[in-house]
Structure formats: C-alpha cells, structure tokens
C-alpha cells in the first residue's frame, strides 16, 4: 500500500563440527508414520527403527485423556571414549524445574548414532508454556539441547 520496500542483512556463523560428542536438535513429536522397510533412508535423521517422525511446528497441544506428548533427538556419541554417554530430562514451566528423569540410553547402532524418544503422560501437564531440557554427558563432555512447547 505504501509502496516501500525494504531489506535487511544478516550473517549466520556456523562453526567448524566439533570431534566429540553432540546431539540433534529437539523434535516436538506431531506423530510417527510406518516406513516401508523395503525402502533404506539412512540419511533421513527423523527416521528411527519404529517409523518416520512427523514434528510438531508449534502448534498447542491439546490435552486429552491418556495421551502422551512425546520428543525425538539423536545422540552421537564420541568414538574415542569409552564412557557410555548418560542422559537428563528436565521439564520446566515458566522457567522452574517440575520433573527430573535420568533415563538409560540403548547402544549406538551401526553409523555410531543413538536415536531417543521420550514420552510423558498429559495428564501431569497444566496448561503453559513448557520447556524440554536434555543434558547428555559422555567423560567430561556434555551438550544441551532445549524444546518449547504450548499445553492449551
């Protein structure tokens, strides 16, 4: 309407892949799809043994009798440690820890990956804004990764 335009620039820094251990991003799970077996994905990193995640784009999650809202991520462990990597969940509501899990994580498979999902009861959830924390530790190593969500 007031025909302007405009533009801005911006740089993103991406730095060099590191040698020791570290992990994918957080996936909100929308729902997981059957895979056809016959058919090898092995560079889809949202394709694990039991199907093909669909995440979710931010969209509220709707609380309904019995239902879980679950989380996808992969851990890569370093290969030069002899450490098995050890995993914390921590969720938070508006910035304060409600829950607290230390869940064992399996063995890498055959590209050295560990593919994790995590699922809670809805019914422990109030409606908010949360936050998935996950801590992985390998030695003296150890990454963090985060995940938003909204509970209507």
Do not use: C, W
Request: charged share 25%; proline share 9%; hydrophobic share 40%.
């Amino acid at each position: 309407e007031a025909n302007r335009a405009s533009a801005r620039r911006a740089v993103i820094t991406v730095p060099p892949a590191g040698q020791g251990m570290s992990m994918s991003s957080i996936a909100v799970i929308k729902r997981v799809d059957p895979v056809d077996p016959n058919v090898k994905d092995p560079d889809n990193p949202l394709r694990f043994e039991q199907g093909k995640i669909i995440p979710n784009l931010g969209e509220a999650i709707q609380p309904k009798r019995g239902a879980q809202v679950s989380f996808f991520f992969v851990v890569y462990p370093a290969a030069d440690l002899n450490e098995k990597p050890g995993l914390t969940l921590e969720f938070l509501l508006d910035g304060q820890v409600i829950a607290r899990a230390t869940p064992e994580l399996s063995q890498p498979d055959a590209q050295g990956r560990i593919a994790y999902v995590a699922s809670a009861p809805m019914e422990t959830f109030k409606a908010g804004r949360y936050e998935l924390r996950a801590l992985v530790t390998q030695g003296r190593q150890s990454v963090e990764e985060h995940a938003f969500f909204v509970v209507e």
